[in-house]
């Protein structure tokens, strides 16, 4: 017996719908059984956010129910937290266009240098990286500052919603919640989870400042080699300011 949320003959007005693109915000058509779609305009492919693969797809207590989830049902899982966990930072930001901007290009790079580095679980990375400013409006609403100590204490506890609502393990919750919670200050010993957002971060940080105000490539190239905690991110710092 076919699933009647799956069956078209069941479908309503709403099985077509407009979804926002993760990366740049433009909106995608989605069919309620389409798996994934390709963004017109960036070319990100991403799984559909609301599509309904059984309560597997989504249900935080499927494993318990069904037993062993196939792989191809783990990997969809996963990518719909990503995808779901950075449209919950641009409905965060509303507005804030700039800090909108700062947490895609964190994530795009993240995504890179985990690559790169073959963290554990760069899900973890993804999401860290979406979410490691979401704490500076309640910093600048209850300290009126942005110093990286109040970010470190605000942060927190809104990821850790944010996640909890999505259904996100225990796990999980916990290490992009700790990221968030120090993203500015490495401790003595690291996993490359937390150096591949870093990185990242301290590399989009670095393509703002020389927009405003340009550094020469021997500065920038300190910084670079003092700084990045990875080689991949030195690498790709080095592609990015054509310092090779």
Request: aromatic share 6%.
């Amino acid at each position: 017996m076919k699933c009647p949320g799956q069956d078209s003959r069941f479908w309503k007005k709403d099985a077509i719908y407009e979804t926002k693109c993760p990366k740049c915000g433009q909106d995608v058509e989605f069919f309620k059984d389409d798996t994934a779609r390709k963004c017109p305009r960036c070319g990100h492919r991403f799984v559909n956010p609301e599509i309904d693969f059984g309560c597997a797809a989504y249900c935080q207590y499927a494993e318990q129910c069904l037993g062993a989830l196939p792989e191809e049902v783990k990997e969809i899982r996963q990518d719909l937290l990503k995808d779901k966990v950075g449209m919950e930072m641009r409905k965060y930001f509303k507005n804030d266009f700039k800090r909108i901007r700062h947490a895609q290009s964190v994530a795009r790079l993240a995504e890179r240098i985990g690559k790169q580095e073959v963290c554990q679980d760069l899900g973890v990375v993804i999401m860290a990286a979406y979410l490691h400013d979401i704490g500076i409006h309640e910093a600048e609403k209850k300290h009126d500052s942005t110093a990286a100590r109040y970010q470190h204490q605000e942060g927190p506890p809104i990821a850790r919603e944010i996640l909890e609502k999505l259904g996100a393990k225990k796990e999980i919750i916990d290490e992009v919640s700790d990221i968030v919670g120090h993203h500015h200050q490495p401790r003595q010993e690291e996993n490359l989870n937390f150096k591949s957002v870093y990185d990242a971060d301290l590399i989009t940080n670095l393509q703002e400042e020389q927009s405003e105000e340009p550094k020469d490539k021997s500065h920038l190239l300190k910084i670079i080699d003092r700084n990045l905690l990875t080689q991949s991110g030195r690498d790709l710092a080095r592609e990015i300011f054509e310092l090779n």
